[in-house]
């Protein structure tokens, strides 16, 4: 470790893995009831395991570029953070804000929960993602005008690489973004669309660009590749990403009452965000191909490469599935999306997440990697995870082709439920499927564990 | 990605490109706007309507359904369901869940609303079953 304020991000991290394996439990109850429908009802709905498993998520995605941004601010403005203090004490206010909100969603029922929080002061809850109730609301845009304080005047003070200013984009652009959350017209049209600039936005958007930053990072730490080209590159991506991704965010206007202009908008300018993300392998591939040193995390270098290819098969090849209007009139809303929603924010936000945790986390406890035996672990753990939700999505994707068939493309469609009975086969396969993420992720947890003989220097 | 490219052209390209597309993008947002009235049935929005939407949303229904193909996929498309049950057929649906469930079938909870409540409900899904929405879903099962 180079500056002694990096190791406020240990916090973040570990906490951000805490929460992936409660996402990953609540996505397995989920999962099981899709098929024993009244497994632990009356006592955890559909609708609450789904908030668990879906917020859980978003926090401890929030908790690890927090935490990379700590951990990579300092090094890239070659100062001390401006305030460790104030990192942990958000570290404590952000963790313990999300533990109350889970315990709040499990204990009492959510329109008790909307009652006591204020909700009729402000009525932001309900919505898909952003069912957080009000003052949590209010303590992530804490929290994160804290953060972004905290980074920016370390940046400010130090020296502004390309990497950081990038970072520092998207981050501003996520807090920003996610303003939109508290606005919530009557009207359910406006609120859809004003919905899906925080949510649209986000990941395909913003978030690309922290992505592009702790990509480029890790890149540069363990290639050795020149500075220069690695920063170009991160350019590139940024811009394919937002030229494409921005007016992209139309392919969410096709049927929710906006104009039709949308199904033209929408349809070509997604269709080309899959770009970036293949610019993204390439730029991945081609920055270990030119390394000019050995780097002994090799796990850590393999999680870049997979962040690269997962995130364009999940974001790319499977979001241009069924984003042309004509495609997704059938598709809208099916398990299609749910496969996509799945590989995408795995292939590119868990991973690049854990991309940045693999490389630092040996670094914040005294070592250049980790030893042999952890780093086959972890390698394992990497093929695992990633292979289950490969196959979680291809179930997924022929129960939502099955789906589509019977239900909508059908000349005697069937009914929703109906449909459902007759696809369960691969509910199933998807449950067992979740059962060997959940070993992998186990494995993962179990590689920092291990200890035996450390890898020497860098 | 070498010779005369520099970083700092790549850089301007993309300050340049992302406010060019961004402002575009705040266009057609506005454009979006001036003909929504039209299409989002905003005139017909009455406080009963309203009401319907807050208890579409402190009951988190988007949880288990989707509402103009938006939400969880669970549970059936409702953004039409009035055109497929009729306005007694959603309310008798919503009152009769039976408490602990149905053994092996995903199970609705018992929400307990008053007659009130159920029609204020059953006006909001009216609603947005009256909006525009380029002809979707492709048939009345959603
Ligand atoms: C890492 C980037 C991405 C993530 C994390 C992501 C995630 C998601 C999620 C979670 C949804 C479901 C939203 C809901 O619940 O309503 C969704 C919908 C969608 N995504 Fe993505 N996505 C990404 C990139 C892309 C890209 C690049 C494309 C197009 C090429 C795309 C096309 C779509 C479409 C068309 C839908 C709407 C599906 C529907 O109509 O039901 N996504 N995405
Ligand atoms: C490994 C076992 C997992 C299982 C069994 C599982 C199961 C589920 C289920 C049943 C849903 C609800 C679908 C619906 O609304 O009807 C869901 C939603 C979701 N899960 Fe998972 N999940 C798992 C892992 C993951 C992972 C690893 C991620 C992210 C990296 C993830 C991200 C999501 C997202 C973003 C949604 C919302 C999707 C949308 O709105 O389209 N899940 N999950
Ligand atoms: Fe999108």
């Known amino acids: 470790m180079q500056y002694k304020s990096q190791a406020v991000a240990k916090p973040y991290f570990i906490a951000a893995i805490g929460l992936f394996v409660a996402q990953i439990l609540f996505g397995l109850i989920l999962g099981l009831q899709y098929v024993i429908g009244d497994f632990l009802f009356p006592a955890i709905p559909f609708n609450v395991a789904r908030m668990v498993h879906t917020n859980a998520l978003i926090v401890w995605l929030l908790m690890g570029f927090m935490g990379g941004a700590y951990y990579m601010i300092p090094e890239e403005a070659e100062t001390e953070l401006a305030s460790p203090k104030l990192a942990i004490a958000t570290f404590w206010i952000f963790l313990v804000a999300a533990a109350l909100t889970v315990v709040g969603y499990l204990t009492v029922p959510y329109a008790t929960l909307a009652e006591m929080t204020g909700n009729n002061l402000l009525e932001t809850m309900g919505r898909e993602f952003l069912e957080q109730p009000l003052p949590t609301k209010v303590g992530i845009v804490i929290v994160a005008l804290a953060f972004l304080f905290n980074i920016t005047l370390t940046v400010l003070k130090g020296k502004k690489t390309s990497i950081s200013i990038v970072l520092l984009l998207g981050l501003w652009g996520l807090a920003v973004f996610f303003l939109f959350s508290f606005y919530n017209p009557v009207n359910v049209v406006l609120d859809k669309f004003f919905w899906w600039w925080t949510v649209h936005l986000w990941v395909e958007g913003v978030w690309e660009l922290i992505l592009g930053a702790f990509l480029a990072f890790v890149l540069i730490k363990t290639t050795g590749v020149d500075r220069e080209v690695i920063e170009k590159w991160l350019y590139v991506i940024v811009t394919l990403t937002l030229i494409t991704g921005i007016i992209g965010t139309g392919h969410h206007y096709f049927w929710i009452g906006t104009p039709e202009y949308w199904q033209w908008w929408g349809s070509i300018f997604s269709a080309l965000e899959p770009i970036p993300f293949f610019a993204m392998t390439v730029f991945a591939f081609n920055m270990v191909n030119r390394r000019r040193r050995e780097h002994p995390n090799k796990a850590a270098v393999l999680w870049a490469l997979g962040t690269g290819v997962m995130a364009f098969l999940g974001a790319g090849i499977w979001g241009f599935l069924h984003t042309l209007a004509p495609v997704n009139y059938y598709t809208h809303g099916t398990q299609i999306t749910a496969a996509h929603g799945h590989m995408s924010f795995y292939g590119a936000y868990v991973m690049v997440n854990l991309t940045m945790i693999s490389y630092a986390m040996p670094i914040l406890r005294g070592r250049a990697a980790n030893s042999n035996k952890s780093q086959v672990m972890e390698m394992w753990s990497f093929w695992l995870m990633t292979v289950s939700i490969v196959f979680i999505t291809l179930f997924l994707t022929a129960a939502g082709i099955l789906q589509v068939w019977l239900q909508r493309a059908s000349d005697t469609p069937l009914p929703f439920m109906v449909a459902q009975d007759k696809i369960a086969l691969f509910y199933w396969m998807r449950e067992w499927t979740g059962v060997a993420f959940l070993v992998g992720l186990l494995i993962y947890v179990a590689s920092f564990f291990v200890g035996g003989k450390e890898e020497q220097s860098a | ?142």
């Open chain 2, 1 to 142: 990605m070498s010779g005369a490219f520099t970083k700092s052209m790549a850089r301007n390209i993309f300050y340049g490109g992302t406010v060019f597309f961004f402002l575009l993008f705040l266009a057609l947002s506005f454009d979006t706007h001036s003909q929504l009235p039209k299409r989002d049935m905003r005139a017909n929005i009455t406080p009963q309507i309203a009401e319907g939407k807050k208890l579409w949303e402190v009951n988190d229904c988007i949880g288990c359904h989707t509402l103009m193909g938006e939400g969880a996929y669970f549970a059936p498309e409702l953004g039409n369901v009035v055109a497929r049950y009729g306005d007694e057929g959603v309310k008798a649906f919503i009152k009769s869940r039976p408490k602990e469930g149905i053994p092996g079938r995903r199970s609705m909870p018992q929400f307990n609303f008053t007659d009130e409540q159920l029609d204020a409900i059953v006006a909001f899904l009216r609603h947005v079953n009256s909006i525009n929405d380029a002809n979707w879903p492709p048939n009345v099962q959603g």
